[in-house]
């Protein structure tokens, strides 16, 4: 038998290779959370795309209208009128968008600089806590990642009716989209290109505000509402998130070297990629009343992008133990577990990890694998209520009573909504009126609730790791 390698016929169908490797090591990655039911905001989502699969794609769904652009709802909608709506369905189609922006990734790195570079910073981006969580919710984060980095890919290749279908389909995912055509066409105007390129290079943004006058015109509501409150506070969590969080100080530290060693060498053909990073970063911190990291995620793989660019050119002949350094320390960041059948996050190298300041709201689970324990516990809590609690009065607080705010029924965590009448939000007034009180330790529970709350019985406490819900008959 001939084991020879063909080691140029491996370099030669590299990027066919790297596809088939990484789109398998997301799948097989992402598996133990395919099943799993949905979190907290995804049955949000997942109920306006179903609605969409029932009523039509022109028909917005009421009372509460819909909070963003429909095409990544219409998306799934179709899905769902052609496989049926499952956690199962929902988690695949967002598994592939995870996999786009990882092999985009590595596309744009390769184009932009080099082959190493692109893998590397496609490595980084899958492993890295909030995005590795992000893929295996259904939210608009990861598709609107995936279309960034495909609007870039295309924007420097020069294909101009790859980023003209693509920056389409971007500004109709979410309406961050529009801030990334704007810096393309602000970059564009600091370069003086021409006006009818320029225009050209803009004409997608007028999808979205087609839509915005539909939405505006069918609701008297309005998509873009923007309060203008800057804050300093939120300014340098947006920075802080965004370059020192967990392990990201370990690759912001070479952007910092290279830059004051050759800044503009090495950072020319860089400049439109730091002014997308600026404007998201400058743009959160006028972010009204609260601010989630989750929505700086568009910006992650451009910084893992440079930061793998400034290794390959400082290290040089070290780059490559230095980048398998970096590669290491975030798989380390999760490890197997056989109890749930599924990754946890667990660090390794504590002490070099930078911990998240208290200054946003910042919602558990969708920065790491926390959220599972958070659907486990929820899970076990609404099969108990249902099965023992039959036509009850119940007070609770979100993510658990989701489902019970949705105008559609998802997923398999469903409130009996004709028998088990629910109490949100939490209230004083309103706890002699019920039967239970359910209380999550990672809701958001007023303290003088509580504190009534905590004087009566508590007759059953589901627990996860550090989530637990505890329920209060009253």
């Known amino acids: ?91 695949i189609i967002i598994i592939v968008f995870s996999f786009i922006a990882c092999y985009f990734t590595y596309l744009l790195g390769k184009n932009l600089y080099n082959r190493e570079v692109g893998v590397v910073a496609s490595i980084l981006l899958l492993f890295s806590p909030m995005y590795f969580s992000l893929s295996g919710q259904a939210l608009y984060e990861v598709p ?45 105007l600091i370069k003086r290109e021409k006006i009818k390129n320029v225009i050209l290079y803009a004409s997608p943004i007028l999808l979205f505000f087609l839509w915005e006058f539909f939405f505006m015109t069918s609701t008297e509501h309005y998509l873009l509402s923007f309060d203008p409150l800057f804050s300093l506070k939120k300014l340098f969590a947006n920075v802080y998130q965004t370059f020192f969080w967990n392990y ?146 119940i007070m609770a607080s979100y993510p658990l009573v989701a489902p019970a705010t949705l105008e559609v029924n998802v997923g398999g965590r469903q409130w009996d909504k004709n028998n088990i009448k629910i109490f949100y939000p939490p209230s004083v007034d309103d706890i002699t009126n019920v039967d239970l009180v359910i209380v999550e330790s990672y809701g958001n529970w007023p303290d003088d609730v509580l504190k009534i709350v905590s004087g009566y019985d508590m007759i059953k406490e589901f627990k996860n790791n550090d989530k637990s819900v505890r329920i209060y008959q009253i």
Request: net charge positive; no cysteine.
């Open 1 to 91: 038998m001939n084991f020879h390698i063909n080691i140029r016929k491996l370099t030669k169908n590299f990027d066919r290779n790297f596809l088939i490797i990484l789109f398998f090591s997301v799948f097989l990655l992402k598996l133990p959370t395919i099943y799993l039911d949905y979190h907290w905001d995804e049955a949000v989502f997942v109920a306006h795309s179903k609605y969409y699969s029932i009523y039509g794609w022109f028909s917005l769904p009421t009372p509460s209208p819909v909070l963003h652009v429909p095409l990544l709802n219409w998306i799934f909608s179709l899905n769902y009128i052609l496989f049926g709506e499952s956690p199962l369905i929902s988690h």
């Open 248 to 393: 990201h100080w370990i690759l912001t530290v070479p952007i910092i070297l290279l830059f004051f060693k050759k800044p503009f060498k090495n950072f020319r053909k860089n400049a439109i990629l730091f002014l997308l990073i600026a404007v998201f970063i400058a743009f959160f911190s006028f972010a009204p009343t609260f601010l989630l990291p989750k929505y700086l995620l568009p910006i992650h793989p451009i910084i893992f992008l440079i930061s793998a660019h400034s290794i390959d050119v400082l290290f040089k002949n070290k780059k490559n133990i230095f980048l398998f350094f970096v590669i290491i320390l975030f798989i380390s960041s999760y490890r197997w577990n056989w109890g749930i059948k599924g990754f946890i996050q667990d660090p390794v190298f504590h002490s070099i990890i930078f911990k998240p300041p208290e200054l946003t709201s910042l919602r558990s689970g969708e920065l790491s694998l926390d959220y599972i324990d958070i659907v486990n516990v929820e899970t076990q809590t609404l099969d108990f209520v249902i099965k023992n609690y039959k036509n009850s009065k």
């Open 144 to 188: 609107l990642t995936a279309m960034t980095v495909v609007v870039l890919y295309f924007l420097f290749k020069k294909n101009l009716i790859g980023y003209l279908i693509s920056s389409s389909i971007l500004v109709l995912t979410k309406e961050p989209g529009i801030l990334i055509i704007g810096t393309i066409i602000l970059f564009k």
